[in-house]
């Protein structure tokens, strides 16, 4: 007999919604949800939890009573990607339409800026900083590591200049692959994908998601890059900034938390359960949903065209079918970007942390975009004013 699955109890459920035991409780007294009681307490589905957090927030949203609390918070004006019709634009042009582009080209189109490779004593310095890390640091702090290396070797960087900020972007672009472990080469993805030693059959794959994750509305690591460059941040502690608001289960770290919850489906878990395992965290299904599309996710339906071709891509992609049918039928909720990177790293047999990484360089040319455009802005224009609520 199957085992039964993982339930999630009264105070997981209630952080799960953002509320308050008392108004859990309060839905299952109106039937909105189901619990079931035992010695230990009370116990909800995962599944049927995240159903009714996903309706929650397709309900029309109610102005705040204070033009300065909710969501959105403020508007930013920007030029470099909007989302129209369900179809993702950089400077109004489809991003699916670039991905058979090299993405350095895309990005001396998109920041009108000639590509500079990283000179080899920051290559050095980066190196450096990231082999000084325990074995068991992640990505994330990886990736930190190395753009410390990059900035401290860079007596430079605090020129606010169009053109050192370039530099800056290109010197991170062409120099983080390599201070990862993957070897210099003309061809971005290709530096990229050598690092976890993947075959060039993967490039075309591996350079279609750094397009595609160039931008994308205002993200949170976005924002902060601006809010940073407001300050009149240089380019990498703009970025450094990004990265922090990044390295977040609701942010970019989600790529890698996808990346994980296919393995176990792969490995023969079934989708419920391996759903089920990774709702405990609180932090919702990861791979599906998004709030700027009514469907599937405008990128990973770019992405997952490309995926069967990879050296375990037919296998990949049975998992996602299934993992997405599981979903659906659930949850009503669509695969987002998330669930596309993650089957790329799973057919390309790259480990699940890559999948941040992937997304970090991709993004990294739009936070340098972002940060450009900021830099042409009054000084200190994001700095909002706190409203005092105590006592």
């Not at 980066?126 to 074995?135: D, F, I």
């Amino acid at each position: 007999m199957a085992s039964r699955l993982p339930r999630l109890t009264a105070a997981q459920a209630a952080a799960r919604l953002g509320v308050k035991p008392e108004t859990l409780y309060a839905y299952v007294s109106r039937g909105l949800l189901h619990r079931e009681r035992d010695a230990r307490g009370s116990t909800f589905d995962a599944l049927d939890v995240e159903t009714f957090a996903a309706g929650r927030r397709r309900a029309p949203v109610r102005s705040s009573a204070h033009p300065t609390t909710g969501s959105p918070l403020g508007v930013v004006q920007t030029d470099i990607a909007d989302i129209e019709d369900g179809e993702l634009l950089f400077r109004d042009r489809r991003a699916r339409d670039l991905i058979d582009r090299p993405f350095s080209d895309v990005v001396a189109w998109l920041w009108d800026a000639q590509r500079l490779d990283a000179p080899d004593p920051a290559i050095g310095s980066a190196r450096e900083m990231v082999a000084a890390l325990p074995p068991h640091a992640g990505a994330m702090d990886r990736l930190r590591a190395a753009l410390t290396g990059f900035a401290a070797d860079d007596p430079l960087r605090h020129d606010t200049s169009a053109a050192t900020l370039h530099r800056i972007g290109w010197t991170l672009l062409t120099g983080l692959p390599i201070a990862l472990g993957g070897d210099p080469h003309a061809d971005i993805a290709r530096s990229l994908a050598s690092a976890w030693r993947a075959p060039a059959s993967v490039d075309a794959a591996v350079n279609a998601a750094l397009v595609l994750l160039i931008d994308h509305d205002l993200a949170v690591s976005t924002f902060a890059a601006r809010v940073a460059a407001s300050a009149r941040a240089d380019g990498y502690a703009a970025v450094s900034a990004a990265l922090g608001a990044a390295d977040s289960p609701l942010h970019i770290s989600a790529a890698t938390r996808t990346a994980r919850l296919l393995t176990r489906v792969r490995r023969g878990l079934e989708p419920e359960r391996a759903l089920a395992e990774v709702l405990q965290d609180g932090n919702g299904i990861p791979g599906f949903g998004h709030p700027l599309y009514a469907g599937v996710d405008d990128r990973a339906d770019a992405l997952f065209p490309l995926l069967p071709a990879l050296p375990d891509g037919e296998g990949t992609m049975d998992a996602v079918r299934r993992l997405s049918e599981t979903v659906a039928a659930r949850t009503g909720l669509q695969p987002n970007v998330d669930l596309a990177l993650a089957a790329l790293v799973s057919g390309a047999r790259l480990p699940d942390d890559a999948a941040s990484t992937i997304f970090v360089v991709g993004r990294l040319a739009g936070w340098i975009a972002h940060i450009d455009a900021e830099y042409g802005e009054q000084a200190t224009r994001l700095r909002p004013r706190g409203e005092y609520v105590g006592r």
